[in-house]
């Protein structure tokens, strides 16, 4: 877990990163995704990589750069060289790691999925082979009912009965139940987080899990961020980009994250199906995303047939049928 | 960056006040390095060499174009004085954090931001420290442009120095890219330690190496096992001895009392150690000035300090290793033609040096008791409360945890106050590292001994030898062997001067953090019943009485009647106000007679009269099991009574055996002035307390 990191990886904190030490995040220049993206564009042509950039001598290739990012402000956010130091062995002692897009071991389902949309950054605590193992996302809203509760809890226990990773939000409501319904029933979890990394691999409910191995918690965040609606928004796609296929659980209609995050499932990026609760008489959120394609959970009974859900292969007979049903 | 060989002169001879200075061999090379920004570079040269105008000159270049501060990491920032009035004389503003100037934080961070501080100077120590992180460095940490790492071989497991905040170093010196400028360097790096520090700096290091012989030092050892014997070398010697110089001990203890030996002899000497404080400068600044003729120190006078004219370095005891033993003697002779360095080799150091190896990694007992009590606590404890629930003393449990939180991943960090346990196990690897260290400490004592044995005229060459040095270039001693023995009289004095040292007990003012267990006792101990500070004949196992009290308690079952006298003699010169009119003692209920009879003859060799008041109610445990303030005071508490209707009311002596934590003598005399006694005068024939 103390591995070095590397060069790419220092680089990309150093101009993408806010590492935080502090309580309070300064304001930084740092640069936007879209602008980190253009700035590898860049070092490519030049046949280089942002590990170069951070080299003994850079002065030359940082001006060769200055059309995309200017070399001011390259120079400002590189030359916070020294506080990588301290901010990532704080990190490691916590026991979190991070890894950015170019580094092998950044999670195949994300670069994949999202190619260099995929966050620049990755941070973590905990196993991360478990973000290799695909999975059921759970996503629901902060306020359900208790009826919805209850149903997150189960899909929970079932997935783990199942052997399918369940990947969730954190956050709490429909993400925490679902999340502690598979690890209670010894399961697979993986958290995606938009805020509070570091609290939450500190946090002793998460222990036992992380120590296990059955936990992962990872965040395209800083692990000081506070919470930022944004983040929570982005963070989104990750949780559907690593799981094999999404059940929404509740949502509002025509806002909140949850409904964001699925219509843009649904509207966009496809990475998988998109279910949502069969629920007597329906509600208008889940009835929205039907008519935009997700499908009905079909409520499998036995591990059997929930693996059956997964099975690319043999897909469950979910009337009626989207037109716009992309597998992977 | 470009370097200007022109202004770096400049610089040195603005530095150094000489206008005809030159650089010496590799100090405007590294400089030159540093500036150009060709990579990280490691200085290994002996003190006194001009390390710190390397980085203080390339400091200066840097900011002079453009760049920002330089951060420079060392444990010796108390000694750095020196080379910091000569950085302010080229125009350095170097600015010091550390723990005792957390008021002076937010001015310097200002001062930082204002872009008017050229280096900041801190101890290893203050990268561990939260605020420091999180108010200081978050800020400042990104402007650096320059990294210097001072006595960088504590980065390596070999190296001698074991400073558990360097594993904090090293690895936020392996975190950083390769665009930081980074100098490290140190006075002393055998091969296995260079071999470490490539690793860790990285395969492009560049290595500056320099000489290790001292030709000025004339080295020799001799074997005194008696402390009397070498009390008395030392006085008769240094008469002898010109110029000034540094007398070595392990403890802080023998620190005290050679200083105190050397003074009733009339020798113009102060002992300087870690409990010195506020003292350390004017300490320092009375040798610098020949005010005294030696300091009497621990290694707590380390590293950094440089008197150029320093004539002699001598050990009373042996150190622990040949590096440890380098870099203090080689403080000797480094502008004078020729300086002793004398090695005195003691009976005790052994036990002294297998205590301090033996406590350097806590036991597997002690981890184990610690993250217990964290796991049985979901929202973490704090150091308080860690110690209310384990019976170990403080300074343990504050070692235990502080070596613990270094590891990485740390099995617990401190979260605000408390200390929480993370998602990480402690690696086998914390107790293989502990076991390698510890044998080779056992292998850097033999070689020490080894030294002790080798005749006079080799020396030199042995320490070359054993750090990896080129020994062709070593000359032989400048100065004749010094006599080996002392006079018989003065070893007679010294045996007198050793049986009439006694031992400060200083009263409780408070009761354990969180208040005495299983009462309503907390906070301060109210004024009319605290014990007055006491007196203890001398340490559990030291020098003079000791032994004869440790016969007493453990062999004879009986106190002799020497030690009645000696204890009349201690009274008469301590002369307690107001006096006592009576004597009372600790009784036990292991051993009912032992101390009651021996308080009894004392009270009628003082013409008092002796009222065994105090009874033990119920048998506890040895209170010497007990291992902190907690535990301690909570079995006493409860197992004391007071026959309350026989308490004379004038001031009384409490005399018990063994003084430890000085709970037992706390809350006896809290009963005894509860109960209607006047002031109480704790008496103990030793003292077990610490003197580490």
Redesign the interface.
């Known amino acids: 877990m103390t591995k070095e990191l590397t060069a790419n990886t220092k680089a990309t904190l150093l101009l993408t990163g806010p590492l935080i030490s502090g309580r309070d995040a300064r304001a930084q220049d740092l640069l936007t995704p879209g602008e980190f993206k253009r700035l590898e564009r860049r070092l490519d042509e030049l046949s280089s990589e942002p590990a170069d950039l951070v080299s003994s001598d850079a002065t030359n290739l940082i001006r060769e750069c200055d059309d995309v990012v200017s070399s001011d402000r390259l120079e400002q956010l590189l030359g916070r060289s020294f506080l990588l130091g301290p901010v990532i062995e704080s990190w490691q002692a916590r026991s979190l790691w991070v890894t950015d897009r170019s580094d092998p071991l950044y999670p195949k389902a994300l670069s994949s999925k999202l190619g260099d949309d995929a966050p620049a950054l990755l941070y973590g605590c905990g196993d991360r082979g478990l973000l290799e193992t695909g999975g059921l996302a759970v996503v629901g809203s902060r306020n359900a009912d208790a009826d919805a509760m209850a149903f997150a809890e189960h899909v929970g226990s079932q997935a783990a009965s199942a052997g399918i990773t369940l990947v969730s939000g954190g956050a709490r409501g429909i993400d925490q139940t679902a999340m502690l319904g598979a690890a209670n029933s010894g399961g697979n979890v993986v958290g995606v987080l938009g805020d509070g990394l570091q609290g939450a691999a500190i946090n002793r409910d998460n222990r036992e899990g992380l120590m296990q191995g059955t936990l992962c918690l990872v965040s395209p965040y800083d692990p000081n961020a506070g919470f930022n609606v944004g983040n929570a928004m982005q963070r989104n796609k990750v949780i559907y980009a690593l799981a094999q296929a999404g059940l929404v659980i509740s949502t509002d209609l025509g806002k909140g994250g949850t409904w964001s995050g699925a219509k843009e499932q649904l509207d966009r990026f496809h990475f998988g199906p998109v279910f949502v609760r069969d629920m007597p008489g329906g509600s208008p959120g889940l009835d929205a995303l039907r008519t935009k394609g997700a499908l009905l959970w079909p409520n499998p009974e036995t591990s059997e047939e929930f693996k059956q859900v997964f099975d690319q292969r043999a897909p469950v007979d979910t009337s009626p049928k989207s037109s716009r049903l992309t597998l992977f | 960056m470009k370097f200007d060989p022109r202004r770096a002169l400049e610089l040195l001879r603005e530095g150094s006040g000489s206008s005809t200075a030159e650089f010496r061999a590799g100090q405007e090379e590294a400089i030159n390095h540093i500036v150009d ?3 990280r570079l490691l200085v290994v040269q002996k003190t006194g060499w001009g390390k710190s105008f390397v980085y203080f000159i390339a400091t200066k270049l840097l900011r002079e174009s453009g760049a ?1 501060p330089a ?1 420079l990491v060392s444990p010796l920032l108390a000694l750095m004085r020196n080379q910091i009035a000569a950085a302010e004389r080229m125009g350095v503003r170097a600015a010091t954090i550390n723990s005792d100037n957390q008021d002076e934080w937010a001015e310097i961070e200002k001062r930082v931001a204002n872009n008017e501080v050229d280096i900041l100077l801190i101890s290893p120590e203050r ?1 561990a420290n939260e605020r420091f ?3 200081v ?3 400042v ?5 320059l ?1 210097v790492v001072d006595e960088a071989h504590c980065i390596s497991d070999w190296g001698h120095d074991f400073r558990p905040h360097y594993r ?1 170093v090293e ?10 400028r980074l100098l490290a360097t140190t006075a002393t790096a055998n091969s296995r330690v260079l071999e470490d520090l490539h690793e860790v700096l990285g395969p492009d290091l560049e290595v500056s190496v320099g000489e290790l012989s001292r030709d000025s030092l004339t080295l020799q050892t001799i074997r005194l096992p008696n402390q009397t014997e070498r009390l008395a070398w030392l006085a008769d010697r240094l008469d002898e001895l010109e110029g000034h110089g540094i007398i070595y001990t392990l403890t802080v203890r023998d620190a005290y009392q050679v200083a105190d030996w050397l003074k009733s002899r009339g020798f113009a000497v102060e002992a300087y150690t870690g409990d010195s404080g506020d003292l350390r400068e004017s300490l320092e600044n009375a040798l610098l000035n020949n005010q005294v003729k030696a300091l009497v120190a621990t290694t707590a006078l380390g590293m950094g300090y440089d008197k150029p004219d320093l004539a002699f370095v001598i050990h009373y005891q042996t150190p622990g290793s040949v590096v440890a033993y380098y870099q203090q003697v080689g403080r000797a002779g480094r502008a004078l033609e020729s300086a002793y360095g004398v090695l005195l080799s003691g009976a005790e150091e052994g036990d002294i040096n297998d205590w301090f190896i033996g406590s350097a990694f806590p036991s597997m007992h002690e981890v184990s008791e610690v993250i217990n009590a964290l796991e049985d606590e ?2 973490g404890l704090s150091l308080y409360e860690i110690l209310s629930r384990v019976n170990i003393s403080m300074g343990r449990v504050q070692k235990t945890i502080q070596l613990l ?1 270094l ?4 099995p617990l ?1 401190k ?1 605000g106050s408390k200390w ?6 402690l690696s086998s690897e914390f107790w293989d590292r502990a076991e390698r260290l510890t044998s080779l400490r056992r292998e850097e004592q033999q070689q020490m001994q080894d030294y002790v044995d080798i005749p006079f005229g080799q020396h030199m060459a042995f320490l070359v030898k054993a750090l990896d040095g080129d020994t062709s270039v070593v000359l032989p001693p400048k100065l004749p062997e010094l006599e080996t023995t002392a006079r018989v009289d003065t070893i007679m004095a010294a045996e007198e001067f050793l049986d009439r040292v006694n031992v400060p007990i200083k009263s409780r003012k408070k009761w354990p953090m969180g208040g005495l267990p299983n009462s309503s006792l907390k906070g301060t101990i109210a004024a009319q019943h605290q014990a007055n500070d006491g007196r203890a004949l001398c340490h559990w196992g030291g020098a003079g009485w000791g032994s004869l009290v440790q016969d007493g308690k453990y062999r004879d079952g009986h106190f002799s009647d020497d030690l009645v006298e000696a204890c009349v003699r201690l009274i008469k010169n301590w002369n307690p106000d107001p006096a006592p009119t009576w004597v009372t003692a600790v009784p036990s209920l292991n051993h009912p007679a032992l101390v009651p009879e021996f308080a009894n003859r004392l009270a009628s060799a003082l013409g008092l009269p002796f009222h065994p008041v105090v009874t033990q109610t119920t048998e506890r445990p040895e209170q010497k099991t007990m291992e902190n303030s907690s535990f301690q005071a909570g079995n006493i508490h409860g197992s004391v009574a007071i026959s309350t209707a026989s308490v004379p009311p004038g001031p009384v002596f409490l005399v018990d055996d063994m003084v430890d934590s000085g709970w037992t003598m706390t809350i006896t005399a809290w009963l005894l002035r509860s109960s209607g006694s006047g002031p109480v005068w704790p008496l103990a024939l030793a003292s077990a307390g610490s003197g580490q």
């Open positions: 920004g060709r990579g920002g951060l990268l992180r999180e108010e460095l978050s800020s940490g990104a402007q650096i442009s990294l904090l690895r936020i010196v392996r975190a950083l890219p390769a665009n930081l979901k929202n939180s590891e990485s991943p740390a960090v979260q929480q346990l993370t998602a990480s196990k």
